[in-house]
């Protein structure tokens, strides 16, 4: 029955918090019994007991209830096997946004290690736009988090194809990230390659992705300034 499943992995997070709080005595409990039913309910046929599993999940991960270990082998294969090409496109939906959010939880190394190929490879997700767009929206994020090596030399390339998406709404949310994606940079990728692709954006034949880009403009603009600068000046002419 779905709905006991779904309260199920409501109950998940409180009795995660119980065996922490009592290791000693129970000290694999939680990793043994309880994180492999909730990564199997991520990839549930339910559509209610898939968004509780996805909401304990994340909310394990904030409260650094699931060890190091056990999101390397047990919380990672599952998301890397649900967003594989011939995963249920839902289901694949969903594990993206699960990366996405979870990277900053679990650090650059992880990040970089075991999320950020596959991330790469969903920008490119010539099937399903829905995959692309949540890429897209969550793009800022994975570059504050792996930082300006990897952002520059993986990530640039696939935010330069989603800023020129056929689908609208794609090129929309790169428009509202503009910003994260431009802090993870050095001053001469903004210059020369990231003014260009905003331009481009102000531009678009979409009023809504000029919409965008227009509200994004001053915190683009701001990643200009000078960081060796504090605080704000005039300077009048004569």
Request: hydrophobic share 40%; with cysteine.
């Amino acid at each position: 029955e779905p709905t006991v499943r779904a309260e199920l992995m409501e109950q998940v997070p409180h009795i995660a918090m119980f065996c922490q709080e009592n290791r000693p005595s129970i000290p694999y409990a939680f990793s043994k019994y309880l994180l492999p039913i909730v990564v199997r309910y991520l990839a549930d046929q339910n559509n209610q007991v898939r968004k509780t599993s996805q909401a304990a999940l994340l909310v394990l991960l904030e409260q650094e209830l699931i060890e190091r270990y056990d999101v390397e082998t047990k919380v990672c294969p599952v998301l890397i096997d649900l967003t594989a090409p011939d995963s249920n496109d839902d289901v694949k939906t969903e594990a993206v946004a699960i990366m996405c959010k979870m990277a900053s939880m679990v650090g650059k190394d992880i990040t970089e290690r075991l999320v950020l190929p596959r991330f790469c490879e969903m920008c490119c997700d010539c099937r399903m736009f829905h995959v692309r767009k949540v890429c897209a929206a969550n793009f800022g994020d994975i570059c504050s988090v792996v930082g300006q090596q990897a952002t520059e030399e993986m990530l640039l390339p696939r935010f330069f194809q989603l800023c020129s998406d056929n689908v609208w709404g794609v090129r929309k949310a790169c428009a509202e990230c503009f910003m994260a994606v431009s802090c993870a940079t050095s001053q001469e990728v903004r210059r020369t390659k990231l003014s260009t692709l905003f331009i481009n954006l102000i531009s678009d034949p979409s009023r809504w992705v000029r919409q965008a880009a227009f509200q994004s403009l001053g915190p683009f603009i701001s990643t200009f300034a000078n960081p060796s600068s504090s605080g704000q000046y005039f300077k009048e002419d004569g």
